[in-house]
Nanobody, 116 residues
Framework: QVQFVESGGGLVQPGGSLRLSCAASGSIFSIYAMAWYRQPPGKQRELVATITSGGTTIYADSVKGRFTISIDSAKNTMYLQLNSLKPEDTAVYYC??????????WGQGTQVTVSS
């Protein structure tokens, strides 16, 4: 099974930016639709952004215009650029397959905290 390792989270003030990274144990990013998810404190995990194998990107309404998902195939890494962060973006962020039937495990995630 594929292992995912997320990194890049931290504490940032409202309006700030972060770039999250996702490394996978296999060369999957150019083959499968991938996604970033997040789980706010006390809430269920939710889909944030999707990137298809063809490069099409789709965003949740709550992050549209502020977050950007991308892939660097040469580095076998997926990114999520977070701009104009809001307190409600506070969550643990995870990467995984977009199709839930492919998901067999989750990484440890990376914590993003937006607070003044």
């Amino acid at each position: 099974q594929v292992q995912f390792v997320e990194s890049g989270g931290g504490l940032v003030q409202p309006g700030g930016s972060l770039r999250l990274s996702c490394a996978a144990s296999g060369s999957i990013f150019s083959i499968y639709a991938m996604a970033w998810y997040r789980q706010p404190p006390g809430k269920q995990r939710e889909l944030v952004a999707t990137i298809t194998s063809g490069g099409t990107t789709i965003y949740a309404d709550s992050v549209k215009g502020r977050f950007t998902i991308s892939i660097d195939s040469a580095k076998n890494t997926m990114y999520l650029q977070l701009n104009s962060l809001k307190p409600e973006d506070t969550a643990v962020y995870y990467c995984n397959f977009r199709r839930t039937e492919f998901i067999t495990n989750w990484g440890q995630g990376t914590q993003v905290t937006v607070s003044s």
